[in-house]
């Protein structure tokens, strides 16, 4: 399974660039959370626009964007 996963984030991952030209590399704004579960699928990993449902419970998952561009806001 594991491998599974990581073959096709890596196969994601160079369509991405392959697209962008370049860049970060990294197009990841945030990643879907099921908080329950805590489950966490990036929002590059998922294909639409909407809401994945969480693979364990089937809940919808909620949206949390990346702190690495703010930085620490306490
Ligand atoms: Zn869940």
């Given at each position: 399974m594991e491998f599974v996963s990581n073959l096709r984030e890596t196969l994601k991952a160079s369509t991405e660039s392959a697209n962008r030209?370049?860049?970060?590399?990294d197009n990841s704004k945030g990643a879907y959370w099921c908080h329950d579960c805590a489950e966490r699928i990036r929002d590059v990993d998922v294909e639409g626009e909407n809401s994945p449902d969480c693979p364990d419970c089937g809940a919808a998952m909620e949206f949390e964007r990346s702190p690495s561009s703010t930085g620490c806001a306490c």
């Amino acid at each position: 399974m594991e491998f599974v996963s990581n073959l096709r984030e890596t196969l994601k991952a160079s369509t991405e660039s392959a697209n962008r030209g370049g860049g970060t590399g990294d197009n990841s704004k945030g990643a879907y959370w099921c908080h329950d579960c805590a489950e966490r699928i990036r929002d590059v990993d998922v294909e639409g626009e909407n809401s994945p449902d969480c693979p364990d419970c089937g809940a919808a998952m909620e949206f949390e964007r990346s702190p690495s561009s703010t930085g620490c806001a306490c």
